[in-house]
């Protein structure tokens, strides 16, 4: 099944250890974004591309970088998590950049923070 | 700026009673709405979407919501809840003519007891 997958699933770093989490999609789909999403809480946008184009939220941190080699993946690098990073990170993909699209979401990756 | 409201951080209804789980967004012109449902420790999974097309519209899971310009809501409704219902929703809207950012609701987590 085409599908968007997040790895890995749950991750423990160290307080101001670079970490990276990887997203990799088989439906050919345009776009890539990551969100963050802390407990009890709706997602938050952190950055999309659409193709190789970067856009980044307006308060996303520094912190947060993403890079994009080809269509089917997508990495989120956290520079220097902090306590307040502990969040899950989710992967969507959708077709194209147009309102009426529908985004497709990995199972998310769970970032512990020690 | 776009927003969506659900109202009702936590319903709890019993197996076989309505599902009633309300979103009101706030735009002057009608956006692209969604719903999502997210289980535990897992990504979000589209339920269905509005586009344009039928004020009503059925999703997966006996899910079905209706359009209602007037009253600028996007109910989620479903006739007869199941143990395997309970989850967090979010309803979440993009804006028409612009580009697909996605706004989310807090979430309504559902509760179902036997």
């Known amino acids: 099944d085409a599908m968007v997958i997040q790895n890995p699933r749950y991750q423990v770093t160290q307080f101001g250890k670079p970490v990276t989490l990887s997203c990799s999609q088989t439906?050919?789909?345009?776009?890539m974004y990551w969100y963050q999403q802390k407990s009890s809480q709706a997602p938050k946008l952190l950055f999309h591309y659409y193709d190789k184009d970067f856009n980044n939220e307006a308060d996303t941190p520094d912190n947060f970088q993403s890079r994009r080699p080809n269509t089917s993946f997508c990495f989120l690098d956290i520079r220097s998590p902090g306590l307040g990073d502990a969040a899950m990170y989710l992967c969507?993909?959708?077709?194209?950049?147009?309102?009426?699209?529908?985004?497709?979401f990995g199972q998310g990756t769970r970032l512990t923070v020690v | 700026a776009q927003s969506v409201t659900q109202l009702g951080s936590h319903v709890s209804v019993s197996e076989g009673a309505l599902v009633l789980l309300r979103c009101n967004y706030s735009s002057s012109v009608p956006p692209y709405l969604f719903w999502y449902v997210q289980y535990p420790n897992q990504g979000l999974q589209l339920l269905l979407k509005?586009?344009?097309?039928?004020?009503l519209v059925k999703g997966i899971n006996g899910f079905e919501a209706e359009f209602k310009k007037s009253e600028t809501s996007f109910h989620l409704t479903k006739p007869s809840a199941h143990m395997s219902d309970a989850a967090e929703y979010f309803c979440?809207?993009?804006?028409?003519?612009?580009?697909?950012?996605?706004?989310f609701g807090k979430g309504t987590k559902l509760s179902v007891k036997p």
């Open positions: 509005y586009t344009s097309a039928a004020t």
């Open positions: 979440a809207v993009s804006d028409r003519g612009s580009q697909g950012n996605l706004i």
């Open positions: 969507a993909t959708s077709r194209d950049w147009t309102g009426g699209a529908a985004a497709f």
């Open positions: 439906l050919n789909h345009n776009v």
